[in-house]
């Protein structure tokens, strides 16, 4: 079984590897010019999805927003793994990342990173109100922002997650946009930040929550909003991993 396992992931990394040198020439000439962004935002979700399932690797999505919500908007969602920057931007066509400086540094990736998203370094307070300015420029150019708000891969205990930053959400009030978390139940069983890189199960859920108006918030208000998404994506990961929270990983 466990050589099964190593042999899907040795598959899916070049998998990636492969399909991204695909579509990279593309994202190449639309990240020129920013009014092409859009187009690589989703041309981004198609590779996912084609990745995927490619891979073998079964995403399924659930959305309970009981009505549309205005774009643009701030997804908000877990990180537990690598596996989850590859997830979410399946979810929209119009959204840029906000993801820590070092992932600008891969080759080839690296590149497509800094030319459609935006990157910070979370250990300088100038760098990080740079940023928020940024996101709030780029709200106000109609695109929507996917932020995990734990600022990396910080738990040490999935599916309990590491404290929240402010960032997302003052970003959102600033422009009066909704903020729509999102739960990554299952990445870390898909993909453990263990080191070991082994993909331990083919299955990945994404829980899009109710959509949380904004426009009526203040910069008071950040503080109350951010630990209502928290506890929002909190109670579904528990609930969704009742079964493991006993188990070692395999």
């Known amino acids: ?43 981004t979700r198609i590779w996912g999805w084609f990745y995927f399932f490619l891979a073998g690797i079964r995403v399924t999505i659930e959305n309970h927003n009981q009505q549309p919500w205005s774009r643009p908007c701030v997804y908000v ?29 891969a080759p080839l990736f690296g590149y497509y990173f800094r030319s459609l ?29 996917i932020i995990f708000p734990e600022g990396g891969i910080r738990s040490d205990n999935p599916p309990y997650q590491a404290r929240y930053l402010d960032g997302a959400f003052r970003a959102a009030i600033a422009n009066g946009v909704p903020v729509v978390p999102v739960t990554l139940p299952n990445n870390w069983r898909v993909l453990p930040d263990d080191g070991k890189f082994l993909l331990l199960d083919h299955r990945i859920a994404i829980i899009v929550h109710q959509a949380i108006a904004t426009d009526n918030l203040t910069e008071a208000d950040v503080p109350a909003l951010r630990d209502k998404v928290f506890a929002i994506i909190q109670q579904e990961l528990l609930q969704r991993n009742k079964k493991y929270l006993s188990q070692p990983l395999a």
């Open 117 to 145: 998203h935006i990157t910070v370094n979370r250990a300088s307070m100038r760098d990080r109100a740079r940023v928020l300015e940024e996101s709030i420029t780029a709200i106000k150019k109609g695109k929507s922002l």
């Open 77 to 105: 969602a877990n990180h537990f793994s690598y596996a989850d920057i590859a997830s979410i931007p399946l979810l929209t066509n119009d959204a840029c990342f906000v993801g820590k400086q070092s992932i600008a540094k």
């Open 1 to 43: 079984m466990r050589f099964l396992r190593w042999l899907h992931t040795f598959y899916a990394a070049l998998l990636f590897f492969f399909t991204f040198l695909m579509f990279f020439p593309a994202f190449i000439v639309l990240a020129q010019n920013e009014r092409w962004h859009k187009y690589a935002y989703r041309l």
